[in-house]
């Protein structure tokens, strides 16, 4: 089993930042991506950003050079830096791995955007 502890969240202006950390314990060994999913309310969750062992980085449309994803491996750590926030960027951020085709996520941390 794999336990994720997701931090970072909070209430920020549009056009302010926040970085999101999550971080994994337990059977950490093979843990290839991870990544960061978002649901509003009423909306399904969808892809935010992942990252590869090797760095290899997927990155939603609709965030792309606003949010910046990177990885310690050593740590087994995933962090989301989230830039220029936007009111739509509102939502529960997921962390999630992938371990030898098993699949964990987080609790969620609320990021709200609002004047």
């Known amino acids: 089993q794999v336990q994720l502890v997701e931090s970072g969240g909070g209430l920020v202006q549009p056009g302010g930042s926040l970085r999101l950390s999550c971080s994994a314990s337990?059977?950490?060994?093979?843990?290839?991506?991870m990544g960061w999913y978002r649901q509003a309310p009423g909306k399904q969750r969808e892809l935010v950003a992942t990252?590869?062992?090797?760095?290899?980085?997927n990155t939603a449309d609709s965030v792309k050079g606003r949010f910046t994803i990177s990885r310690n491996n050593a740590k087994n750590t995933v962090f989301l830096q989230m830039n220029s926030l936007k009111p739509e960027d509102t939502a529960v951020y997921y962390c999630?791995?992938?371990?030898?085709?098993?699949?964990?996520w987080g609790q969620g941390t609320q990021v709200t955007v609002s004047p």
């Open positions: 999630n791995v992938d371990r030898s085709g098993s699949v964990y």
């Open positions: 337990g059977s950490v060994f093979n843990i290839y991506t």
């Open positions: 990252i590869t062992r090797g760095g290899s980085t």
